[in-house]
């Protein structure tokens, strides 16, 4: 049997959407003040290659866009994955996330620049340019959709959701 790219990716797909649909293993379900930890740890990361995937829309740039499709895609499905032991439903996740971003400012366009200019810079972006500038905004009006999508935890709706960035 030779699998194609497209059926190897939905074997991978339908692999992916059972672990995540199972229970939550205990050691994936935290206190809740580990659970914010861990939340924040990855923020960053999410924020970057969210914008990273946003600038490659933007500019029309398909060669490094997959790549920071993937990272944003990983960094996602690390997330949704993560439980909070006793009071663990979206209410309580969303409470933890909205906390984050109100205590780290990311809500503001000038603290979220912060957070990922030195991405940018590593990477060549100007981050002077308006498509980097945009990239800020579109990330600010976007992010309760992508915290949304991230604590329903469904691969599908990630994987859609970062298609449409």
């Known amino acids: 049997m030779i699998l194609t790219e497209e059926k190897l990716r939905e074997i991978i797909r ?13 050691e994936m379900s ?26 490659c829309t933007i500019v029309g740039q398909t060669i490094y866009k997959k790549h920071w499709s993937d990272e944003l895609q990983t960094h996602m499905l690390t997330i949704s994955r993560w439980s909070l ?9 969303k409470k933890v996330f909205d906390e984050i971003w109100m205590e780290e400012d990311y809500n503001e366009p000038q603290f ?4 990922v200019a030195n991405k940018f810079m590593q990477e060549g972006i100007s981050i002077k340019s308006d498509n980097f500038i945009q990239c800020i905004a579109d990330c600010i009006n976007d992010t309760n959709n992508m915290i949304e999508v991230i604590l329903q935890r469904n691969i599908d709706e990630i994987v859609s959701y970062i298609s449409k960035i």
């Open 85 to 93: 032991k006793q009071n663990d439903n979206i209410q309580a996740r």
């Open 112 to 115: 979220l620049t912060m957070v």
């Open 14 to 26: 339908d692999t992916i959407t059972k672990i995540i649909e199972k229970p939550m293993l205990c």
């Open 30 to 55: 935290f206190p809740r003040k580990t659970y914010k930890e861990k939340v924040r740890g990855l923020s960053i990361q999410l924020l970057e290659n969210w914008c990273l995937v946003r600038y």
